[in-house]
C-alpha cells in the first residue's frame, strides 16, 4: 500500500507524512502568510491566522485556531512561523473536496440563485475579470459545454467542465 493511500500512517517519529504541496499551492500560501505578516517578523499570531485562513476559504473557529496555537507554538511565544502555517494550510488544503469546491465555484456564476449559469451569468463574470466578450461568444461557451441543450450550464454540467474524472 503507498503511503498517499493510508493518510493515518505514520512516518518513524509517529508524526503523519508530509502533504506534497504543487508549486501553485505552495505559492499561494505564502502569499497569504506574507500579507498577514504585516510586521514582517516571520511569524503571524492568532489573530492573523485566522484572518489568513479565512481568505484562503478555510472557515476556522476561534476554537480551531486556539488548538492550532497550541499544536504550533509550543513554546507559547503566541505566534507560528512560516513552516507551521504551511503545514496547517498544506494539510487543510490536501483534505479540502474538489467537487465542494467546484460547487462554491458555480455558486459564485449563479448570482440570481437558479441552479443555472446563464449567459447573462457569464457576461457579468467576463466583464468582472476585464473581458469583453460579445454575446455569440458568450453562447458559445455554454454551447459546448450544455449536454442537455437547454441554453444554460447546470451544476452537473460545470462540475463536468472543471472535473472531468467526477461521475457527474
Do not use: C, Y
Amino acid at each position: 500500500m503507498s503511503r498517499s493511500a493510508n493518510p493515518k500512517r505514520t512516518n518513524p517519529r509517529g508524526r503523519p507524512p508530509k502533504v506534497e504541496l504543487t508549486e501553485d499551492q505552495r505559492l499561494e500560501i505564502k502569499e497569504a502568510f506574507d500579507i498577514f505578516d504585516s510586521d514582517k517578523s516571520g511569524s503571524i499570531d492568532r489573530h492573523e491566522l485566522r484572518v489568513a485562513m479565512r481568505a484562503m476559504g478555510f472557515d476556522v473557529s476561534k476554537n480551531e485556531i486556539m488548538e492550532i496555537m497550541d499544536a504550533k507554538d509550543p513554546d507559547g511565544t503566541g505566534a507560528i512561523n512560516f513552516a507551521a502555517f504551511q503545514e496547517v494550510v498544506g494539510e487543510r488544503m490536501a483534505k479540502r473536496d474538489p467537487v465542494e469546491e467546484i460547487r462554491k465555484a458555480f455558486q459564485l456564476f449563479d448570482d440570481d440563485h437558479t441552479g443555472k449559469i446563464s449567459a447573462k451569468n457569464l457576461r457579468r463574470v467576463a466583464r468582472e475579470l476585464g473581458e469583453n466578450m460579445n454575446d455569440d461568444e458568450l453562447q458559445a461557451m455554454i454551447d459546448e459545454f450544455d449536454t442537455d441543450h437547454d441554453g444554460q450550464i447546470s451544476e452537473a454540467e460545470f462540475i463536468a467542465i472543471m472535473d472531468p474524472a467526477s461521475s457527474f
